[in-house]
């Protein structure tokens, strides 16, 4: 599935507001979150994708539906912007709480997606050289 260019810029806004600048050591502060979110989902069938877009949209918009403000998500400041995500993870309604954790999930994801983030982070030894294999002495470990 293709994601279209606003939604692209939508998702880096959204990712960034969960994946702050400096967040890991700063090794994801040059990924465009959108455009990873973006590359992965054209990966994908189209129906993965749904939730996370219906969620880039609802999020874009419920500062005029939650806060009665005219505007979008990316008018907020930063904590104007983690209260509004953190409303959406704490709702009643189920629906709610899974696209932001589904957002959360996958500006995270997006952030990981490099060999500086991986590396910072020790993942699965990423940029360590393979330990030399263990001699096996028989079946019975004897």
Same mark, same amino acid.
């Given at each position: ?18 994946l ?11 990924c ?10 054209s990966?994908?069938?189209?129906w993965?994708a =749904?939730? @996370? ?14 806060? $009665? ?7 907020? $400041?930063?904590?104007?912007?983690h209260?509004?995500l ?5 709702s009643?309604?189920?629906w ?5 954790? =589904?957002?959360?999930m996958?500006?995270? @994801?997006a $952030?990981?997606?490099?060999?500086? @983030?991986?590396t ?21 470990? @004897?």
């Amino acid at each position: 599935m293709k994601f279209f260019r606003f939604e692209q810029q939508r998702a880096d806004i959204i990712g960034r507001a969960i994946l702050p600048r400096g967040t890991l050591g700063g090794t994801c502060d040059s990924c465009d979150l959108g455009a990873e979110m973006a590359r992965q989902f054209s990966l994908t069938p189209w129906w993965s994708a =749904i939730l @996370t877009r219906l969620g880039i949209a609802l999020v874009w918009y419920a500062p005029f539906f939650l806060l $009665g403000r005219f505007g979008t998500f990316a008018k907020l $400041g930063l904590d104007e912007k983690h209260k509004l995500l953190d409303r959406f993870a704490r709702s009643k309604n189920y629906w709610l709480r899974e696209i932001a954790m =589904i957002l959360k999930m996958n500006a995270c @994801t997006a $952030g990981m997606a490099n060999a500086e @983030t991986m590396t910072y982070l020790g993942a699965y030894d990423f940029g360590r050289a393979p330990a030399a294999a263990p001699v096996l002495l028989g079946r019975s470990g @004897t």
